[in-house]
């Protein structure tokens, strides 16, 4: 059972992780243009 | 460009016989619509309209990169806002950016820094980051809880469960703490006004659940409820981003439209020079000019110059006034072909608009709407959900169980009943009906109105600018073809509105070159030593021609034209009816409903559009207290009225009806005032809103008698004391998904519906709905 206190610990990083980076992305902008962004990807500038 | 080069062109904006009053910018100082960054680079704001395709987006911004001292230009395609940026040591060059947009072929105007919703945006973002806050802990939650379910079931040691139920701890309680924010501040608020709102029962259950939990997790007992508590979170925020972001793009495309109808005012400094500034920046005293074809942007009195104006905004009259030196004019009025200098007036109280203002705070005042769906369904739950909580207590009490169990049950009926599917019942159905109407071109001001107007049994329309288009347009006749086709090149040249109805019967050919526009009078130009004139018909010496076409067409207007010496052509000019205006009167006298006109213009003017219509009740010239005073008339009489109406002077008849509706051309006052706004020439907009609210008000109380039966269900199961933490995590996002796919029926009901939306313009010009999103 001590396999659980470092299974659960990185489990929980990894979600703390993808928290940040969804906080950061939407701190950053990235969701204020939500329509734009589906057609600028197909921009190759 | 200097000081002198700018009071010439204020010189010639008056000047009689001179081109200046046709060409679209004089010299103009843009600073007040511009902010700077930390490192002093300048940003602007522009509201586009047209953009409607993807490859729109990259033409704009490519095409602007190149302009000198412009570092970055980018579009957001969702609220169809461009940010400029300019390098620091430019000078920034607005105008060099609206031409190249208009050389693209995109109309843009500049946004006011000080109007930008940025609270707004700021409350969107701090829900966003409450939900993924919610999300990420209600899923790392639900494994460690399922873990724990399962091993109930097999072979978990009472060690790992604990430990299992403190880190769900761990997790829940600082999101709880985080995510919940919003309910915990809005149950706050409304125990500070007295009320209980739906956020005071969600916070009880959220708190009570994480406390007992904790209780539960110190004794080492089976079941902890921390999974419950932040679903239920995860889930109501889902609600209140999905309404926010509804909210929020609503206010955008309607701040854009309002920059689109150049919401700025020239003022005239002392020197002579001129500035553009916001609205808002005007204060009594400053001098403002007014070119012809410009809206008046403040009430004043006129300094310089002579024009006719057109008063359809304010008061519905169609008739244009003439004003000259010393006469007072109110904002919203259209000048017509003189230019006018004018000293904007002190609030006296005594103006017009705050004649409408007084008027419109009394009618809110008045008005007793009926309680919204949300408030009853508070009002009826939060006593009975308590009671039933405390009736458990005292039972368990009574039934001799200790205070421990007895509490635990009371609890487990506070946590199941806690408001999810209600909480979601409403704000759901609005959210989707919001967005079905949003691709029919009506924004919604207010999510409740949606019931109001499933309730509407009677529906007055105001006449010009409502059931008529807002501009004029020719009336159908047998105009001379090559006469019309001359008079139409020659009309191109000048902005009076109704020379604007004619132009669009030139088809794209060329404006006659050299072409003068005299103030107050019309346009002349010399064509092959043949002289042209368009005007009035003092101007082209047409009094008797213009007095028979007005005998035989009294609703109409005439523009006369000349060429040298021949007869002089009058052409009557009116505003036409909306299109599918009759279809819809007759749509809604066949439901049932009673139509009335209620109009300032003239008489003859509203009985020719009544006849039209097949609109028996009308009135005419009717003054703002009138019209609110018809209203009430009728809702005392039980009547529920949609008020449909875009002049100043209905806007407090907008506040006291019922519930109201506002085409986007409407004065600013009324936009306010009104519970939706409806973009396009069509008026099928008024069908539309009349179905969605019904179809609305049908899913909300289906929605509402939905949770009604859970908590039935779900109350004697956990007073009964078998709710487990299992059982409770099915129930609430069983609910909840049930409510939600059942709200979204009213986006697929839009889809399918027949004959109404069949003749709502879906073909109309591309320029009917500038703003809409469109798709490639």
Redesign the interface.
Known sequence: ?NV?LLV?PI??AL??L??VA??WA??SGQ??????AE??V??DD | MCCTDMALAYVEAHASWSAANTRPSLGRDYAAFLTRGPDGSARAAFAVEDVRC?SC??TIERGLAGLPGVTAAR?????RRLAVTWRPDAEPDVPAVLSALDALGFRAQLFDPGSRPDAETAET?RL??AL??AG?AS??VM??AISVWAGTVSDM?PE?RD?FHW?QAL?ALPAAAYAGRPFYEGAFRGLRAGRVTMDFPITLGIVLTLVMSVVESLSGATHAYFDGAVMLLFFLLIGRVLEQSMRRRTRMLAENLAALRSEGATVVDADGSLRDVPTSDLVPGLRILIRPGERIPADGVVERGMSDLDHSLVTGETAAIAVRGGDTVFAGALNGNGALTVRVAAASGSSLLDAVEALMRRALEARSRTLVLADRATRLYVPLVHAAAALTLAGWLAAGAGWHAAILSAVAVLIVTCPCALGLAIPAVQVVSAGSLFRDGVLLNDGTALERFAAIDTVVFDKTGTLTLPEPSLTDGDHPPGILALAARLALSSRHPMAAALAKAAGGAEPVPDAQEAAGLGVRALVDGVELRLGSARFCGAEAEAAAALAENPAASVICFRAGDAAPVVFPVHQALRPEAAQVVEALLAADRRVLILSGDRAPAVEAVAARLGIAEWEAGLTPLEKIARIEALQRAGRRVLMVGDGLNDAPALAAAHASLSPVTAAHVSQAAADALFLGRSLTPVLSVLDAGARARRLMLQNLWFSAAYNLLAVPLAAAGWLTPLIAALAMSGSSVIVTLNALRARVATGARPAPVAIAGRRAPPSAFPLL?GR?
Do not use: Q, W
Request: proline share 4%; net charge negative; with cysteine.
């Open positions: 059972m659980l659960i489990a929980l979600g703390t993808g928290l969804c906080v939407l701190r969701y204020d243009d939500i329509e734009g057609y600028r197909l921009h | 993807a987006m990259s579009l957001n395609f969702s609220d973002k966003i980051t993924a806050v990420f899923m790392n494994l460690l040691t790992n430990l880190i997790i999103p490639p």
